[in-house]
């Protein structure tokens, strides 16, 4: 299964500024994740109509995001577990809080957003997945987005940086 990640989007106005993204990007995807932080349910909407979809909300979205989606999300995929968190809160780091979040429920990969910043690494035997931002880079150098591929038994992580599209 081929998995696209995205977060941090902040789309206020314009929503068909992800037409390019879509194609461009995850054109051949069999699932997009997207890690919160929309900010126009147009935004959700939209995804949802584009492809498979599985979204948790973040600390900007609006109430009527937050009534179509949760707070956290645990999928299995060929036999992985995923936790979904934004990465808001108050209490430790961004990759601290998405950790614990899930830290009862057996996961085996943690995909967050939150900080804007790419991140590719494991914390106590979990691998831990920020996509960074499409369209919202703020201090990073690059835009970014996350193809996750998923075998029984293998996965395979690509980190995808680009200028602009």
């Not at 929309?38 to 979809?53: G, M, P, Q, T």
């Not at 909300?57 to 937050?66: A, H, L, R, T």
């Not at 936790?83 to 808001?88: A, C, D, S, V």
Request: aromatic fraction near 10%.
């Amino acid at each position: 299964m081929k998995i696209g990640i995205m977060s941090d989007t902040h789309i206020s106005k314009k929503v068909s500024k992800l037409d390019g993204i879509m194609e461009s990007c995850f054109g051949d995807i069999d699932l997009l994740i997207h890690a919160g932080d929309y900010k126009d349910i147009e935004v959700v909407e939209y995804l949802k109509k584009s492809k498979d979809f599985i979204g948790v909300y973040g600390n900007v979205d609006c109430n009527s995001i937050k009534s179509l989606l949760n707070e956290r999300e645990i999928i299995s995929i060929e036999g992985y577990r995923i936790g979904i968190y934004h990465g808001h809160g108050k209490k430790g780091t961004t990759i601290e809080r998405s950790y614990n979040q899930f830290i009862d429920d057996n996961v085996d990969i943690i995909i967050f957003g939150h900080s804007h910043q790419p991140i590719v690494k494991t914390m106590k035997k979990t691998l831990m997945l920020n996509p960074g931002s499409l369209i919202n880079k703020r201090r990073e150098r690059w835009f970014s987005y996350i193809i996750l591929n998923i075998k029984r038994n293998n996965f395979n992580v690509e980190i995808n940086f680009f200028d602009d599209l």
